[in-house]
């Protein structure tokens, strides 16, 4: 058969695969999926990278006989797709049950984790999706994407900021979503640390209008995407994120106990890492591999969690479906991952020898940085759900008066742009947030 202009042949092992590749002026090799890439050995992909040979995904069967496909539209096989785990089940059936019909709002639309809630919503029959997020350019690529890949889903793009809360009122009052899936956030640590004020104003002051909102208009689920980092923090960015959950979580408990007038659940996810995500450790290594290295590490030792961004958005559309509300879902990452070996096996699928080859330099801790992540704090249990890889923590309850009356004048410090003021009264509201190659160390000492 052929795809194209070009001949395909079907091959069963590496070694009828390099005969061919000796014979014929081979381009690319496909597989059926990520499964069957997972399972062949790092040697093909090796000997694929060094002779130049694209791997690329091979298409449905309907399409291929449609003659629709061209070699230049097939999906490449991407690094990070080879260091995933294995494949992440769902229950389909349930979530599209709860999903279809449905006006879904997904704040932080064009970012990564967004961007991918956005592709999978697409595919449950939603009465309308509409995204919201203040970077233009990549709200403009999301658009592009969707309106080619799904012409008869209605999706409205919205472009604004959580952090001001009329324009936050008019898109509620305009749509009336039932679901809102929040993944609206500043995420990168170091720019956070020096911008602490820039964090609690969009991480905790954002959450607090988009939630509030939501019960404001009768949502009736309200999914906050959070982070490993918030569990015993050691930097801003996890620190406000903590902020945000515990307001989330008080606000939840309030309309649970009748303290509070509302229809609202609210459910929280945590997890780490996410493979290729904007600014991340895989996109970087690319592009260092691609200038010659050297590949940058913080520390020899420092370790992460890992998971793709597609894996990440399917658990955390089974833990929204699978909430009753005021729970926080834990994913299981799986083993955590050194980064320095990371390096190493990225120069050595690029057919290169690390250390010959390609350096790996050794940088220095950023600061905040830890060495490794937490995913729950000392002081939380978890309890296992119908799905093995989603635990549910037990939490401290907090009180939302309680809240509130610290919470106020934390924004009021951030509005002001007070930086030390705002780290301290964090780690006020925060006992276990510790700095680490901080500037805010000096705020831990005892006085």
């Not at 969690?305 to 990440?312: D, L, Q």
């Not at 096996?345 to 830890?370: N, S």
């Not at 309890?383 to 309850?397: F, G, H, S």
Request: glycine share 6%; aromatic share 8%.
């Amino acid at each position: 058969m052929r795809i194209g202009i070009y001949k395909v042949y079907f091959v069963s092992d590496q070694a009828e695969f390099n005969r061919l590749v000796n014979r014929y002026n081979i381009k690319a090799i496909l597989f059926t999926d990520y499964k069957v890439v997972k399972e062949e050995s790092e040697r093909l992909v090796r000997f694929c990278e060094k002779k130049k040979i694209r791997m690329l995904l091979l298409p449905s069967i309907d399409e291929l006989q449609g003659g629709k496909i061209q070699l230049r539209t097939l999906p490449e096989v991407r690094i990070e797709d080879l260091l995933g785990r294995e494949e992440i089940r769902i229950n389909m059936e349930e979530i599209a049950n709860s999903l279809r019909g449905k006006v879904v709002l997904v704040t932080g639309a064009a970012g990564s984790i967004g961007s991918e809630l956005c592709r999978q919503l697409c595919h449950f029959g939603l009465k309308q999706l509409v995204l919201f997020d203040s970077a233009e350019t990549p709200m403009h690529n999301i658009r592009l994407e969707l309106e080619e890949k799904f012409p008869d889903v209605e999706f409205t793009p919205v472009m604004g900021d959580i952090r001001m809360i009329h324009r936050v009122e008019s898109i509620y009052q305009r749509f009336h979503p039932q679901i809102v899936f929040h993944a609206a956030a500043y995420k990168h640590v170091p720019l956070m640390e020096e911008n602490p004020c820039e964090a609690v104003h969009t991480n905790v002051y954002g959450t607090r209008n988009v939630a509030d909102m939501a019960v404001k208009y009768e949502v009736d689920k309200f999914i906050m995407v959070s982070t490993d980092k918030a569990v015993n923090p050691t930097n801003v960015m996890g620190a406000s994120k903590r902020l945000a959950e515990m307001y989330v979580q008080s606000l939840s408990i309030a309309i649970s106990k009748g303290r509070y007038s509302g229809k609202t659940r609210f459910i929280t996810t945590r997890f780490g890492n996410v493979l290729g995500s904007n600014g991340s450790v895989i996109p970087r290594f690319r592009e260092q591999l691609a200038k010659g290295g050297p590949l940058t590490v913080t520390h020899p030792d420092i370790i992460r969690y890992f998971m793709t961004i597609p894996e990440a958005c399917r658990l955390v559309l089974e833990a929204a479906f699978m909430g009753k509300g005021n729970e926080i879902f834990v994913f299981d990452m799986g083993t955590p991952v050194k980064i320095a070996d990371l390096a190493r096996r990225m120069i050595e699928l690029a057919g290169l020898v690390p250390e010959q080859d390609i350096e790996i330099k050794y940088t220095g801790l950023r600061p905040g940085e830890k060495l490794y992540e937490e995913l729950l704090a000392t002081k939380e249990n978890t309890l296992p759900t119908e799905n093995e890889k989603i635990y549910r923590a037990q939490v401290r309850e907090y009180d939302y008066e309680d809240i509130c009356t610290v919470m106020n004048p934390l924004i009021d410090l951030a509005i002001r742009v007070d930086k030390m003021g705002t780290v301290r009264m964090m780690k006020g509201i925060v006992p276990e947030f510790k700095s680490k190659n901080s500037v805010y160390e000096v705020l831990d000492k005892v006085e």
